[in-house]
């Protein structure tokens, strides 16, 4: 079966930086579609982050337009989320998602596969 499985999660002052990992087993990142980054802060819903097409095309929540970053590596079948500059306010656990279909979307219903999760937490 399909599998995603994010690393990179910690514990970092205000201001400083973490780089998240969401590698694939079961499947080439090459074979998915639009991939993407949510998350979840406690007592909040999840929410959209960060997406990426199948072509390249990224798309960010305005919370996190700047300081956040994402991009794939087919190749290496790893999606990433660079953080920089990061606020108490992104403190979450971060999930990962892919789906079948080339383009990026925005509700978790849209997506057929997802990470376990990795906590952030940026302490001020």
């Known amino acids: 079966q399909v599998q995603l499985v994010e690393s990179g999660g910690g514990l970092v002052q205000a201001g400083g930086s973490l780089r998240l990992s969401c590698a694939a087993s079961?499947?080439?990142?090459?074979?998915?579609?639009?991939m993407g980054w949510f998350r979840q802060a406690p007592g909040k819903e999840r929410e959209f982050v960060a997406g990426?097409?199948?072509?390249?095309?990224?798309v960010y929540a305005d919370s996190v337009k700047g300081r956040f970053t994402i991009s794939r590596d087919n190749a290496d079948n790893t999606m990433y989320l660079q953080m920089n500059n990061l606020k108490p306010e992104d403190t979450a656990v971060y999930y990962c998602?892919?789906?079948?279909?080339?383009?990026?979307?925005?509700?978790?219903?849209?997506?057929?596969?997802w990470g376990q999760g990795t906590r952030v937490t940026a302490s001020s």
């Open positions: 079961g499947r080439l990142f090459s074979s998915y579609g639009g």
């Open positions: 990426i097409s199948r072509g390249g095309i990224t």
């Open positions: 998602a892919a789906r079948s279909g080339a383009t990026i979307r925005y509700t978790i219903s849209e997506y057929d596969y």
